[in-house]
């Protein structure tokens, strides 16, 4: 089954995605600074809003039946790494529809920038593939083809 779902705005990139701030811990009694990489508050932001907007179109009967095809069509403020825009996005469907991003097989189809921030968008396009692995173990690889010794 297919379905479909917009989510406005400019998408965060990788790039962006995570800052280095100081926290303070105590070891062995002494106080030290450390850094802690913590998640950017827009990319949160933009994250909670695009999780409520994928719900809100997500079929109510949908259930991911094995592989999850998502298909990217990308409307740009400014022109941006493609596969960096599919983190934020991914962990976002992610927690939308409670599949594991594992088993998403993610496409960008299209890209077009110069828009508008009223305008930049990303459509996307999520499609259960039943017909390969269910959710679970991953199959095994098969087994490499045994050689044969001969002997004179």
Do not use: H
């Not at 917009?6 to 009694?29: C, E, F, H, L």
């Not at 998640?39 to 809003?49: G, L, S, T, W």
Request: hydrophobic share 35%.
């Amino acid at each position: 089954m297919k379905w479909n779902v917009i989510v406005y705005g400019q998408p965060p990139t990788t790039n962006k995605m995570y800052s280095a701030k100081m926290r303070s811990i105590w070891r062995d009694g002494i106080r030290m600074n450390v850094p802690q990489m913590v998640k950017n508050a827009k990319v949160e932001e933009y994250q909670r809003d695009a999780i409520l907007q994928i719900q809100a179109a997500r079929p109510s009967r949908w259930r991911a039946e094995g592989f999850v095809r998502l298909r990217f069509r990308l409307y740009l403020v400014k022109n941006i790494d493609a596969d960096n825009t599919l983190k934020a996005l991914g962990d976002a469907i992610q927690t939308a529809i409670g599949v594991n991003d594992s088993w998403f097989l993610p496409c960008v189809e299209s890209k077009e920038w110069g828009l508008s921030p009223r305008e930049a968008r990303v459509e996307i396009e999520v499609e259960d593939l039943p017909g390969l692995p269910s959710q679970g173990p991953a199959p095994s690889p098969p087994k490499p083809l045994s050689r044969r010794s001969t002997s004179s």
